[in-house]
């Protein structure tokens, strides 16, 4: 059985498809199948899942027709002559629908009411998702049809593929920018790709000097490299027990570094997701978007949102963000307090 995954971006919904590649693998050795799992994602996400056992091919491709045709072009030609058994379309995009339509499938397989008409590219359309589902769960849906319904998926598990190799790395990165072996620390995440999701960097300020002091621990800074700036202005506010590795970490030292973590702070974002899948306990900062549908998943984790009448909107832009401005620092820390006792029992 030829099995492929069409997941391109982004971070955050690679990791909501991870649950489906395991149940995908259980499933259908389960059912005495040999499958070759293999998977579709764009450059910028597919460093989470390189190496990974569960796939027994990882397609990384350039995002962009039109700057990287002749690349992709290759890439859909190689892929073509692989003929696969069964597409599955998780992205439901027209990005996606294009790579349906140039792949070669038995059954190309995916949600009936796609975005963007990606659905029309599908031979196999399964009824339409509850949009207000979490996404994790949507995805598991389309998994479950793809398997049979007879197949029962009794846990969602997410296997990111992290390895005595990638600890010592992030172990080597916190002690070369000045954290001690052994000390605790949390990481904060004050950036995404959305300016209605920030909170402001004082309060981050206000909130990391607030945490240090109070309970000692050291505050962990993460971003790309374009954030290095911004994030040592809010490292230098913090002080000495801050550290800023902006740039400094490849997605799955990202994911050891929250896996070691005491618990993290961050806005809605892709290492909120890698966060929440490594297990750490993650305090979230929602405001325009919906945390019912694209929140951490699972249990342990703290969402604060104002709840506001027009929240949520899903606008890239607002004159008055007061959906974050109306989160306080007190409440933040207070859910920092509640999420480390929790932790000393």
């Not at 916190?174 to 920030?198: C, E, Q, Y």
């Not at 899948?277 to 342990?300: D, E, Q, S």
Request: glycine share 8%.
């Amino acid at each position: 059985m030829r099995v492929l995954i069409v997941k391109l971006s982004s971070i955050g919904d690679v990791i909501h498809t991870l649950p489906s590649l395991y149940a995908l693998r259980k499933g259908f050795e389960k059912k005495g199948v040999e499958a070759r799992i293999d998977w579709l994602v764009e450059e910028a996400a597919g460093g989470i899942l390189q190496g990974h056992p569960m796939i027994d091919d990882l397609i990384v491709v350039k995002r962009g027709w039109t700057k990287n045709i002749k690349e992709n072009l290759s890439a859909a030609g190689r892929l073509k002559s692989r003929r696969y058994d069964m597409v599955l379309d998780f992205q439901g995009l027209l990005k996606s629908g294009v790579w349906m339509r140039l792949l070669n499938g038995v059954r190309k397989i995916g949600f009936s009411n796609a975005r963007e008409f990606s659905h029309i590219f599908l031979n196999e359309k399964i009824p339409p998702y509850d949009p207000e589902k979490h996404a994790v769960e949507r995805y598991l849906d389309l998994t479950r049809y793809a398997l049979g319904s007879k197949v029962v998926l009794q846990e969602v598990v997410f296997p990111l593929n992290l390895t005595v190799g990638d600890r010592k790395n992030v172990l080597s990165i916190l002690k070369s920018n000045g954290v001690p072996k052994d000390a605790l620390f949390f990481v904060i995440i004050p950036r995404a790709r959305w300016a209605t999701k920030l909170w402001s960097d004082e309060r981050f300020i206000e909130l990391g000097k607030k945490i240090v002091d109070k309970n000692g621990l050291y505050a962990v800074l993460a971003g790309t490299e374009s954030d290095r700036a911004a994030l040592d202005a809010i490292k230098a506010g913090i002080g000495d027990k801050a550290v800023n590795l902006a740039g400094s970490t490849g997605l799955k030292d990202l994911a050891q570094l929250f896996r070691l973590s005491r618990f993290a702070i961050t806005v809605d974002s892709g290492p909120m997701h890698i966060a929440a899948a490594a297990g750490a306990r993650v305090i979230a900062l929602f405001g325009p978007t919906a945390p019912w549908r694209t929140g951490p998943y699972g249990n342990g984790h703290v969402v604060l949102r104002k709840g506001l009448e027009c929240s949520p909107c899903f606008k890239k832009r607002c004159p008055d963000v007061k959906c974050m401005k109306g989160i306080s620092v007190e409440e933040v820390f207070d859910a920092v307090t509640g999420v480390l006792r929790i932790r000393e029992k």
